[in-house]
Structure formats: structure tokens, C-alpha cells
């Protein structure tokens, strides 16, 4: 294909040149973005009066009939295209003749691809966005059907207090509407038209930047034409925050691994998110949440990777910032991957709730709520502890609990023992006793998944 940009130069470039400067393998993925901007800037033109009436409805229709035959595929890329901006024009020109070369009038493959992208990343925030929506639902879900099952709440991976499987999962869940709004946030700033300011200076044609990004449904144009085609903080804000929902995602994977594995037992993934292993039958493996612990390190290279590329440049635009779609893409695919994985994987979850109650009552978590009663009682909060430690200590080493030691011998470590510590340290009551704001208490889970789904229902009138 021949360079649209050829003149200035007298010898071809060279053909592996040619292969290492050309981004149409990778950017072909925006042809409908790129073709919906051409079309309003084709519009534009005419609008201001730049074309004739005639020129903009031509270039407007041909545009129109190349997505149309892409989508159809009865038109196909050329893999020797220098990029999909390029092939868009010249295949417009094939077609139209002299007045497919007018597109470009008042525009630069600078703000066009900073255009391109910007629009391909406010559909993709949208697609990521429901997709986390889907999860969150999914472990809302989960969260009501296990809101009372009673298992051991960890700190360092030590059983530190009882607490309910519904309220660990309702963590989850508020991470991930955090997620989304900073998905939100991304696409807010994101949500400005750079077209207009051209290869850096603006243009000396009449054109109207702010009739044309209406076109385009953006609320607003960027301010500064050297800032428009030369950053890529929407692309770094967009990474960031599938940076951190990966993180989310991956942290969740882990107690998943966990979990699942004989040692704790508290759940039992399903066999269509499981695989088996070559040589071991009774192999059970969590591949997928595996992979999705896994893909994260993708996603925190391919923002690290923007990051680096960007850190040095000077003002403008830079070849260098070619290296942005492929961070981005990959980013993308792999988040959109993860998600689609997670949210049935996490519905089809089942509980092992005996495991869970064995292990919250095997780890003394009623220890502190032992404490808690004796200084309710009149004994300083670090007398209690220390009795407290001293009878778990007996516990371990005659291989029993707290529930189950005789009030007798209680009474040998503090007369302040009497039988109503039995229900203090019962370790429903334990769980049910801690009714402040955020708590583990039935109330307190109710009160959240009764929240997030409000949320829910909000986000689905708003698309409605």
C-alpha cells in the first residue's frame, strides 16, 4: 500500500522498517472507532462550511459503507497497512477518488488516534464496568445464602475472631463497588474529544471542535492542543484502576486456593471451574482462580509498562506512544477474561459450613469474648486477657475448648466466673454480639447486602 505521507522522502523505507513502525496488526481492533470519528469529522466539515454539502454527505456515505463491509467481512484489513487510520483513508480514496483525500482536512493521525482511543476505552470501561457489576451481584448472592454460617475471621492467617462467611464475602463486595467507581472516575476524565487539536498547534481552518465532539457524544474538548495528543493519563487512570480490581480479584483467588484445599476445606469450587491432574486422580485443582491470581502480575505490567514509556517524553506526540495500545489491549482482554470466569465460578460456590464451625471452634475464637466477659464483670481489661491466654493454654494442652471447660475449673482462675459465661462465649452469640456499625452481626450483613443491592437496582434503572 502506498504511504499517504510519502513526499518529503525519496527512498522506500526499508521493508523491516516498515514491519517495526506498523501498528495495523494490533490498532486494526479500533476500525469502528476510528471510521465513527472519521464520520464526524466529515461532518464537521461540512458543517462549517470547509466541504461543500456534497464532498461531507460522500465522505459521510463511503465511511459508512467501509464499516458496514467490515462488520459483514466482505472487506478485510491489509496487514500492510501502516495503521488502521491509514487504511480507513486509503481505502476511502479507492473508492471515492479525490474527495476521499478531503478527510483529513483540519486533522492529524495525532488527534485522530488519541480520538480512536479515548472512544475505544470509554465502550471497553463500559463492558468492564457491567462485568463487575455481574460479580458483585454474584457474591451479594452468596453473601444472603451464607449470612449465618459461622467461620474464622484471620489476621496474619491466624484464627483470630468468630465471624460469618456472609460478612467475609460482603468485604468483597465493597471493594468491588469501589472498583467501579473508580472505573467511573476514569471514564469521567476520559470523556473529552482531543480532536481538533491536530498534530500539536490547532489548526488555521474554521472549525468547530465542540459541534464535532457532540457528534461524538463527548460533553466537553481538551483545553490545550499540545495536552490533547500528547498525554495518555486517561490510558495510565483506566490501567490503574483495573490494576487495582485485578488486585481485588486476585486476593480473592488466593482464599479460594486456600479454602478449597484439604487443610481448610471451607468450600468446594465447582467440578466446571476445577481441572484434574495427569497422574494424581484425587486431584482436584483451582486452576481458575489460579490464573485469575496469575493475570494480575499482566495487568500491573502493562500499566508499569505505560508508566515507563510515558516518564520520559518530551511535548508532543512521540512514536513512542504507539506503545500505549498494546498495554491497553492486553489489559482489556485479560481483565474482561477474569471476569467472565469469576462471576459464575463464585455463583456456583458451595460452603462447607461443618468445617467452618469446627475450625472457628477449634481456634479459641471466643478467647477475647472470654476477656470481654470478665471485664464486663469488674476485672481490668489485661487481667482478664492474661486469664483468658492461661485457660487456652490449658485447652491445648488437654486437647479441648473453652465452651466445654467445667465451671469449676473456670472458677479456679476467677471467682467472676458464673454459668452466664457460657452464652458470652457461645460462639453464635459471640458472632450475634457484635451489633456495631460494619460488624459481623446478622443485622449488620443484612444491612449491607440490603445496601449493595440497592446499588444494583440503581445501576439497572439507570441502564434501563
Not at 15 to 42: K, L, V, W
Not at 252 to 275: G, R
Not at 330 to 338: I, L
Request: overall charge negative.
Amino acid at each position: 500500500m502506498a504511504k499517504m505521507w510519502a513526499g518529503r522522502s525519496e527512498k522506500e523505507t526499508a521493508p523491516i522498517a516498515d514491519d517495526f513502525n506498523t501498528s495495523i496488526h494490533f490498532d486494526c481492533r479500533m476500525y469502528r472507532q476510528d471510521i465513527m470519528g472519521s464520520m464526524a469529522h466529515a461532518a464537521m466539515l461540512g458543517h462549517c462550511g470547509i466541504l461543500t454539502p456534497a464532498e461531507s454527505a460522500a465522505l459521510q456515505d463511503g465511511l459508512a459503507g467501509i464499516l458496514s463491509d467490515l462488520d459483514e467481512g466482505t472487506l478485510t484489513i491489509d496487514p500492510t497497512a501502516e495503521d488502521i487510520h491509514m487504511f480507513v483513508e486509503q481505502t476511502l480514496t479507492e473508492r471515492l477518488g479525490d474527495v476521499g483525500k478531503k478527510l483529513h482536512t483540519a486533522r492529524s493521525r495525532n488527534d485522530q488516534v488519541a480520538l480512536d482511543l479515548r472512544l475505544y476505552l470509554l465502550d471497553e470501561v463500559k463492558e468492564i464496568r457491567a462485568l463487575t457489576l455481574g460479580l458483585l451481584a454474584a457474591i451479594t448472592e452468596q453473601a444472603e445464602r451464607y449470612k449465618a454460617t459461622i467461620m474464622p475471621g484471620y489476621t496474619h492467617l491466624q484464627r483470630a475472631q468468630p465471624i460469618t462467611f456472609g460478612h467475609h464475602l460482603m468485604a468483597y463486595a465493597m471493594m468491588l463497588r469501589r472498583d467501579i467507581g473508580r472505573l467511573d472516575d476514569a471514564a469521567a476524565r476520559m470523556n473529552v474529544s482531543p480532536i481538533g487539536c491536530c498534530a500539536l498547534a490547532g489548526t488555521s481552518f474554521p472549525i468547530d471542535r465542540v459541534w464535532e465532539a457532540s457528534q461524538l457524544g463527548f460533553p466537553a474538548v481538551t483545553s490545550n492542543s499540545i495536552d490533547g495528543v500528547s498525554d495518555r493519563d486517561f490510558c495510565v487512570e483506566f490501567l490503574s484502576a483495573c490494576a487495582v480490581l485485578m488486585m481485588h480479584l486476585s486476593r480473592l483467588s488466593e482464599e479460594l486456593v486456600l479454602w478449597s484445599s484439604w487443610e481448610f476445606h471451607f468450600i468446594e469450587l465447582d467440578d466446571a471451574y476445577t481441572t484434574g491432574s495427569s497422574i494424581m486422580p484425587q486431584k482436584k485443582n483451582p486452576d481458575m482462580a489460579e490464573l485469575c491470581r496469575g493475570k494480575t502480575g499482566r495487568v500491573y505490567g502493562d500499566l508499569i509498562a505505560l508508566l515507563t514509556t510515558l516518564k520520559g517524553l518530551p511535548l508532543a506526540y512521540n512514536k513512542d506512544m504507539q506503545e500505549d495500545k498494546e498495554a491497553v489491549f492486553d489489559c482489556v482482554d485479560t481483565v474482561k477474561m477474569c471476569l467472565r470466569v469469576f462471576t459464575p465460578m463464585i455463583a456456583a460456590m458451595k460452603a462447607c459450613t461443618c468445617n467452618m464451625y469446627r475450625a472457628a471452634q477449634r481456634g479459641f475464637l471466643n478467647a477475647t469474648d472470654l476477656a470481654d466477659y470478665l471485664t464486663k464483670k469488674g476485672l481490668p481489661f489485661r487481667a482478664a486477657y492474661k486469664i483468658a491466654g492461661q485457660l487456652v493454654a490449658y485447652c491445648i494442652e488437654h486437647t479441648t475448648v473453652l465452651e466445654e471447660l467445667p465451671l469449676t475449673l473456670l472458677q479456679q482462675y476467677s471467682e467472676r466466673f458464673g454459668e452466664d459465661v457460657y452464652a458470652a462465649i457461645a460462639l453464635t452469640n459471640c458472632v450475634t454480639g457484635r451489633t456495631s456499625l460494619g460488624g459481623t452481626c446478622a443485622a449488620s450483613v443484612e444491612a449491607q447486602i440490603a445496601s449493595v443491592r440497592d446499588f444494583l437496582a440503581g445501576q439497572a434503572k439507570a441502564e434501563a
